[in-house]
């Protein structure tokens, strides 16, 4: 099992930047992938972007393509969601998640994925 503590969320206006951070301990796989996703009031969450491990692919929803940069540190367990131009229908609770498994083409779904922080409030004001 993988733990995972996010951090960084806050109010921002739209148009602005804000960047996230999820802290990962306990035992990551090299094939494993990172996924960020979101989940605001009355809504499904729903991904956002993910990355591996061993390679740092990355993948996006097209809903934040161009806006939202994923990455990671290896040496840090640390993955981060960089995420500029800020819109307000960004505002949601965005969660960190973790899964063994190399990406198959699921990297999307929520229930491809083992292990989730707590979240961080992302708020976007118009």
């Known amino acids: 099992q993988v733990q995972l503590v996010e951090s960084g969320g806050g109010l921002v206006q739209a148009g602005g930047s804000l960047r996230l951070s999820c802290a990962a301990s306990?035992?990551?796989?090299?094939?494993?992938?990172m996924g960020w996703f979101r989940q605001a009031p009355g809504k499904e969450r729903e991904a956002v972007a993910a990355v591996t491990w061993s390679y740092g692919m990355a993948y996006y929803a097209d809903s934040v393509k161009g806006r939202f940069t994923i990455s990671r540190d290896n040496a840090k367990n640390t993955v981060f969601l960089q995420m500029n131009s800020l819109k307000p229908e960004d505002t949601a609770v965005y969660y960190c998640?973790?899964?063994?498994?190399?990406?198959?083409?699921?990297?999307?779904?929520?229930?491809?994925?083992?292990?989730w922080g707590q979240g961080t409030q992302v708020t976007v004001s118009s």
């Open positions: 998640a973790a899964r063994r498994a190399p990406n198959d083409g699921t990297w999307f779904r929520v229930t491809a994925y083992e292990s």
């Open positions: 306990g035992r990551t796989f090299s094939g494993s992938i």
